[in-house]
Nanobody
Framework: VQLQASGGGLVQAGGSLRLSCASS????????MGWFRQAPGKERELVAG????????YYADSVKGRFIISRDNAKNTVYLQMNRLKPEDMAVYYC?????????????????WGQGTLVTVSS
């Protein structure tokens, strides 16, 4: 499985971005998916997760109410809509896929990783 993340860029605080992560696998619909981020000098953290069907989602407290994770299994793609962005959201964002299919809360629950896309938020 190969994951290709895109959609990062420079945005002003308060703005929005939508990240996309496209999968090359034909069985994308069985994977749980997650978006992680890592800022310079900080540990990688889970931002949002979604189970294989899209019926269950998870959000870190820091993004709850601002970010929305969704997936389109017909397009083998997972999205992260990021609204009301803050400077502290600035990081490299990674998508990940887990064969378990459910919600994964730690990096070790994911089996495949995308290359990352940089989100820069100016104040």
């Amino acid at each position: 499985v190969q994951l290709q993340a895109s959609g990062g860029g420079l945005v002003q605080a308060g703005g929005s971005l939508r990240l996309s992560c496209a999968s090359s696998g034909r069985i994308f619909s069985i994977y749980g998916m997650g978006w992680f981020r890592q800022a310079p000098g900080k540990e990688r953290e889970l931002v949002a997760g979604i189970n294989y069907s899209g019926g269950s989602t998870y959000y870190a407290d820091s993004v709850k109410g601002r970010f929305i994770i969704s997936r389109d299994n017909a397009k083998n793609t997972v999205y992260l809509q990021m609204n009301r962005l803050k400077p502290e959201d600035m990081a490299v964002y990674y998508c990940a896929a887990g064969r378990y299919g459910g919600l994964g809360y730690g990096g070790d629950e994911y089996d495949y990783w995308g290359q990352g896309t940089l989100v820069t938020v100016s104040s």
